[in-house]
Nanobody, 123 residues
Framework: VQLQASGGGLVQTGGSLRLSCAASGRTFSRYASWFRQAPGKEREFVAAMRRDGGTTYYAERVKGRFTIARDNAKNTVYLQMNSLKPEDTAVYYC??????????????????WGQGTKVTVSS
């Protein structure tokens, strides 16, 4: 599967962005997720959605502000980001894989990655 991420950009503190991740080749695996990586930091988990049932998971630092959603007809997963903060600045990556429930927040659990889309939140 090939993943194409888009939607990043420059936004002021408190603003919103919606990221998209379009899959081609086949559908998403068990988990479709978003990670992010800020300069000089490790890649960290942001949000995930299970293919079966649509259960969602969020990192504590984005809970209540970010929402992961999917459009099965378009084979696309979205990340709606509201109330953005400067600390949300990072390159955001979408990923998919058949992680087991206890590992969905580990980057190594994913087989396929998009190319990343940069989000910059100005103060």
């Amino acid at each position: 599967v090939q993943l194409q991420a888009s939607g990043g950009g420059l936004v002021q503190t408190g603003g919103s962005l919606r990221l998209s991740c379009a899959a081609s080749g086949r559908t998403f695996s068990r988990y479709a997720s978003w990670f992010r990586q800020a300069p000089g930091k490790e890649r960290e988990f942001v949000a995930a959605m299970r293919r079966d049932g649509g259960t969602t998971y969020y990192a504590e630092r984005v809970k209540g502000r970010f929402t992961i959603a999917r459009d099965n007809a378009k084979n696309t997963v979205y990340l709606q980001m509201n109330s953005l903060k400067p600390e949300d600045t990072a390159v955001y990556y979408c990923a998919t894989g058949n992680a087991i429930t206890s590992t969905y927040y580990y980057p190594d659990a994913y087989d396929y990655w998009g190319q990343g889309t940069k989000v910059t939140v100005s103060s």
